[in-house]
């Protein structure tokens, strides 16, 4: 079982940064994948980005790179993401997500391979 609580959301300008920190209770293993997605109003859960566990291989969405860094801390059992550059489109609830026991190679963007989800954080980017 594990538990994902959400920290950092809120309201920032056009060009801001906000940090997202996502605590993770619970076991760990080295297949586990931990990333974000997002769900803006009237619109479908989107991939952000995610981490594996064990190396801290990354992938994130094509809108994310260059502006949105994730990162682990395995002592602190964090993810973190720094969002840097924020766009109003960028406003949605960010969620916290893990695939448990993750198999197959790469670290997937498919939020049906994530089977733990947190309570979401709101981000509110104004122009």
């Known amino acids: 079982q594990v538990q994902l609580v959400e920290s950092g959301g809120g309201l920032v300008q056009a060009g801001g940064s906000l940090r997202l920190s996502c605590a993770i209770s619970?076991?760990?293993?080295?297949?586990?994948?931990l990333g974000w997605f997002r769900q803006a109003p009237g619109k479908e859960r989107e991939f952000v980005a995610a981490t594996r566990w064990s190396d801290g291989s990354t992938n994130s969405a094509q809108f994310a790179q260059g502006r949105f860094t994730i990162s682990r801390d395995n002592a602190k059992k964090t993810v973190d993401l720094q969002m840097n550059s924020l766009k109003p489109e960028d406003t949605a609830v960010y969620y916290c997500a893990c695939a448990h026991t993750f198999y197959r190679n790469g670290v997937s963007p498919s939020p049906s391979d994530y089977n733990y989800w947190g309570q979401g954080t709101q981000v509110t980017v104004s122009s």
């Open positions: 619970g076991h760990t293993f080295s297949s586990t994948i």
